[in-house]
Protein backbone atom coordinates (compact mmCIF):
# COMPACT_ATOMS: atom_id res chain seq x y z
CA UNK A 1 0.00 0.00 0.00
CA UNK A 2 1.25 3.45 -1.29
CA UNK A 3 2.24 5.87 1.56
CA UNK A 4 3.11 9.47 1.67
CA UNK A 5 5.17 11.09 4.05
CA UNK A 6 5.84 14.80 4.40
CA UNK A 7 8.62 16.12 6.79
CA UNK A 8 8.95 18.35 8.60
CA UNK A 9 5.46 18.90 9.41
CA UNK A 10 5.47 22.48 10.23
CA UNK A 11 7.84 25.09 9.56
CA UNK A 12 8.71 28.63 10.37
CA UNK A 13 11.67 31.08 8.57
CA UNK A 14 12.09 34.55 8.17
CA UNK A 15 11.09 36.39 5.31
CA UNK A 16 14.05 35.98 2.27
CA UNK A 17 15.53 32.46 3.21
CA UNK A 18 15.18 29.85 0.85
CA UNK A 19 13.90 26.40 1.92
CA UNK A 20 12.95 22.30 1.07
CA UNK A 21 10.16 20.92 1.63
CA UNK A 22 10.07 17.28 1.98
CA UNK A 23 8.27 13.94 0.56
CA UNK A 24 8.98 10.42 0.60
CA UNK A 25 6.75 7.36 -1.22
CA UNK A 26 6.89 3.42 -0.30
CA UNK A 27 5.97 2.01 -3.46
CA UNK A 28 8.45 3.44 -6.73
CA UNK A 29 5.61 2.68 -9.09
CA UNK A 30 4.13 5.97 -9.74
CA UNK A 31 2.99 7.57 -12.52
CA UNK A 32 3.44 10.97 -11.59
CA UNK A 33 3.75 13.31 -8.45
CA UNK A 34 2.00 16.90 -7.94
CA UNK A 35 3.21 19.79 -5.46
CA UNK A 36 -0.53 21.62 -4.54
CA UNK A 37 -0.51 24.70 -2.11
CA UNK A 38 -3.42 24.69 0.21
CA UNK A 39 -4.54 27.89 2.28
CA UNK A 40 -6.27 27.59 5.14
CA UNK A 41 -9.95 26.87 5.06
CA UNK A 42 -9.28 26.98 0.80
CA UNK A 43 -9.28 24.48 -1.86
CA UNK A 44 -5.86 22.83 -3.42
CA UNK A 45 -3.95 24.85 -5.94
CA UNK A 46 -1.60 23.11 -8.52
CA UNK A 47 1.88 23.94 -7.89
CA UNK A 48 3.72 21.75 -9.86
CA UNK A 49 3.50 18.39 -11.70
CA UNK A 50 6.35 15.45 -12.10
CA UNK A 51 5.87 12.85 -14.70
CA UNK A 52 7.40 9.69 -13.67
CA UNK A 53 10.33 10.06 -16.11
CA UNK A 54 11.28 14.02 -15.25
CA UNK A 55 13.93 14.71 -12.86
CA UNK A 56 12.42 18.67 -12.10
CA UNK A 57 9.77 20.94 -12.82
CA UNK A 58 10.76 24.88 -12.08
CA UNK A 59 7.89 27.70 -12.10
CA UNK A 60 8.75 30.68 -10.76
CA UNK A 61 11.06 31.03 -7.77
CA UNK A 62 9.88 26.87 -6.77
CA UNK A 63 11.68 23.89 -8.49
CA UNK A 64 10.35 20.05 -7.39
CA UNK A 65 12.71 17.34 -7.98
CA UNK A 66 12.14 13.79 -8.16
CA UNK A 67 13.87 10.38 -7.50
CA UNK A 68 12.00 7.87 -8.27
CA UNK A 69 14.07 5.02 -7.79
CA UNK A 70 14.46 6.36 -4.06
CA UNK A 71 11.13 7.29 -3.34
CA UNK A 72 11.53 10.65 -2.71
CA UNK A 73 10.93 14.47 -3.95
CA UNK A 74 11.91 17.88 -2.87
CA UNK A 75 9.77 21.09 -3.40
CA UNK A 76 12.53 24.16 -3.02
CA UNK A 77 10.95 27.67 -2.44
CA UNK A 78 13.72 30.65 -2.70
CA UNK A 79 13.86 33.87 -1.49
CA UNK A 80 10.62 33.24 0.56
CA UNK A 81 8.04 35.53 1.09
CA UNK A 82 4.77 36.04 3.65
CA UNK A 83 2.51 35.37 0.79
CA UNK A 84 4.03 31.78 1.04
CA UNK A 85 2.66 30.69 4.17
CA UNK A 86 0.18 27.50 3.72
CA UNK A 87 0.18 24.17 3.80
CA UNK A 88 2.26 22.50 1.10
CA UNK A 89 1.13 18.76 0.11
CA UNK A 90 2.93 16.39 -2.17
CA UNK A 91 1.06 13.89 -3.44
CA UNK A 92 1.12 10.72 -6.27
CA UNK A 93 -0.87 8.84 -8.28
CA UNK A 94 -0.41 5.16 -8.99
CA UNK A 95 0.92 3.42 -12.01
CA UNK A 96 -1.58 4.79 -14.60
CA UNK A 97 -2.69 7.62 -15.77
CA UNK A 98 -6.02 9.27 -14.50
CA UNK A 99 -6.29 7.70 -11.41
CA UNK A 100 -6.59 9.35 -7.58
CA UNK A 101 -4.41 10.64 -5.63
CA UNK A 102 -2.63 9.68 -2.39
CA UNK A 103 -1.41 12.81 0.02
CA UNK A 104 0.81 13.37 2.51
CA UNK A 105 -0.38 14.95 5.43
CA UNK A 106 1.68 18.72 4.19
CA UNK A 107 4.06 20.70 5.93
CA UNK A 108 2.12 24.14 6.83
CA UNK A 109 5.11 26.87 6.15
CA UNK A 110 4.96 30.20 8.22
CA UNK A 111 7.36 33.19 6.36
CA UNK A 112 7.40 36.25 8.78
CA UNK A 113 8.37 39.50 7.62
CA UNK B 1 -4.99 25.68 -15.82
CA UNK B 2 -8.35 23.89 -16.16
CA UNK B 3 -10.51 24.90 -13.88
CA UNK B 4 -12.62 22.82 -11.39
CA UNK B 5 -16.01 24.49 -9.62
CA UNK B 6 -17.53 23.14 -6.42
CA UNK B 7 -20.62 24.41 -4.52
CA UNK B 8 -21.97 25.26 -1.91
CA UNK B 9 -17.90 26.38 -0.71
CA UNK B 10 -19.53 26.07 2.95
CA UNK B 11 -22.80 24.43 4.62
CA UNK B 12 -24.23 23.77 7.90
CA UNK B 13 -27.10 21.52 8.23
CA UNK B 14 -28.97 19.83 10.91
CA UNK B 15 -28.61 16.42 11.96
CA UNK B 16 -30.51 13.78 9.60
CA UNK B 17 -31.23 15.82 6.98
CA UNK B 18 -29.20 15.61 3.76
CA UNK B 19 -26.71 17.89 1.50
CA UNK B 20 -25.77 17.56 -1.86
CA UNK B 21 -22.40 18.39 -3.43
CA UNK B 22 -21.95 19.75 -6.83
CA UNK B 23 -18.64 19.34 -8.74
CA UNK B 24 -18.08 21.20 -11.96
CA UNK B 25 -15.12 21.12 -14.69
CA UNK B 26 -16.18 23.88 -16.42
CA UNK B 27 -13.73 23.97 -19.62
CA UNK B 28 -12.70 20.68 -20.06
CA UNK B 29 -14.74 17.18 -20.25
CA UNK B 30 -13.78 15.04 -17.56
CA UNK B 31 -15.19 11.45 -17.96
CA UNK B 32 -13.78 10.17 -13.87
CA UNK B 33 -13.96 12.64 -11.11
CA UNK B 34 -12.64 12.01 -7.65
CA UNK B 35 -13.75 12.67 -4.36
CA UNK B 36 -11.80 13.20 -1.63
CA UNK B 37 -12.26 13.40 2.35
CA UNK B 38 -10.21 15.64 4.48
CA UNK B 39 -10.36 15.99 8.76
CA UNK B 40 -8.75 18.54 11.15
CA UNK B 41 -4.98 18.33 10.47
CA UNK B 42 -5.07 15.04 8.35
CA UNK B 43 -4.61 13.86 4.72
CA UNK B 44 -7.06 14.25 2.07
CA UNK B 45 -8.27 10.57 1.55
CA UNK B 46 -10.27 9.32 -1.38
CA UNK B 47 -13.42 8.71 -0.78
CA UNK B 48 -14.68 7.09 -3.99
CA UNK B 49 -14.32 7.72 -7.67
CA UNK B 50 -17.28 9.22 -9.74
CA UNK B 51 -17.63 7.32 -13.38
CA UNK B 52 -19.78 9.43 -15.93
CA UNK B 53 -22.83 7.08 -16.86
CA UNK B 54 -22.01 4.41 -14.66
CA UNK B 55 -21.95 3.53 -10.78
CA UNK B 56 -18.89 5.22 -8.86
CA UNK B 57 -16.45 2.77 -6.91
CA UNK B 58 -15.89 3.44 -3.37
CA UNK B 59 -13.15 3.07 -1.05
CA UNK B 60 -13.03 0.36 2.11
CA UNK B 61 -14.71 1.64 4.87
CA UNK B 62 -17.02 4.65 2.96
CA UNK B 63 -20.72 4.07 3.11
CA UNK B 64 -22.28 4.12 -0.34
CA UNK B 65 -25.68 4.50 0.28
CA UNK B 66 -24.66 6.91 2.88
CA UNK B 67 -22.53 9.16 0.13
CA UNK B 68 -24.74 9.30 -3.05
CA UNK B 69 -22.60 9.89 -5.92
CA UNK B 70 -24.09 10.85 -9.30
CA UNK B 71 -21.94 11.76 -12.11
CA UNK B 72 -24.62 12.02 -15.14
CA UNK B 73 -22.86 13.93 -17.63
CA UNK B 74 -19.10 14.63 -18.59
CA UNK B 75 -18.68 17.80 -16.78
CA UNK B 76 -21.01 17.66 -13.59
CA UNK B 77 -20.57 15.04 -10.49
CA UNK B 78 -22.63 15.47 -7.14
CA UNK B 79 -22.06 14.29 -4.01
CA UNK B 80 -24.92 13.74 -1.67
CA UNK B 81 -24.32 13.13 2.60
CA UNK B 82 -27.21 11.41 3.20
CA UNK B 83 -28.60 11.32 7.12
CA UNK B 84 -25.93 13.73 7.92
CA UNK B 85 -24.25 13.05 11.28
CA UNK B 86 -21.43 15.41 13.45
CA UNK B 87 -18.94 12.82 12.71
CA UNK B 88 -19.63 13.34 8.92
CA UNK B 89 -18.41 16.88 9.44
CA UNK B 90 -15.44 17.30 7.38
CA UNK B 91 -13.94 19.24 4.30
CA UNK B 92 -15.12 17.91 1.37
CA UNK B 93 -13.10 18.04 -1.94
CA UNK B 94 -12.94 16.68 -5.67
CA UNK B 95 -10.89 16.60 -8.60
CA UNK B 96 -10.41 15.55 -11.88
CA UNK B 97 -8.03 15.25 -14.30
CA UNK B 98 -7.67 17.04 -17.61
CA UNK B 99 -6.23 15.03 -20.28
CA UNK B 100 -5.62 11.96 -17.61
CA UNK B 101 -2.61 14.05 -16.18
CA UNK B 102 -2.64 17.11 -14.19
CA UNK B 103 -5.51 16.58 -11.49
CA UNK B 104 -7.04 19.88 -10.60
CA UNK B 105 -9.14 20.64 -7.67
CA UNK B 106 -12.48 22.20 -6.78
CA UNK B 107 -12.11 24.59 -4.00
CA UNK B 108 -14.29 22.30 -1.39
CA UNK B 109 -16.69 22.18 0.98
CA UNK B 110 -16.39 22.83 4.66
CA UNK B 111 -19.75 20.49 5.92
CA UNK B 112 -20.60 20.86 9.35
CA UNK B 113 -23.63 18.91 10.63
CA UNK B 114 -25.30 20.51 14.26
Known amino acids: KQEVTQIPAALSVPEGENLVLNCSFTDSAIYNLQWFRQDPGKGLTSLLLIQSSQREQTSGRLNASLDKSSGRSTLYIAASQPGDSATYLC????????????FGKGTTLSVSS | GAVVSQHPSWVICKSGTSVKIECRSLDFQATTMFWYRQFPKQSLMLMATSNEGSKATYEQGVEKDKFLINHASLTLSTLTVTSAHPEDSSFYIC??????????FGQGTRLTVV
Open chain 1, 91 to 102: AVSLNQAGTALI
Open chain 2, 95 to 104: SANEMNTEAF
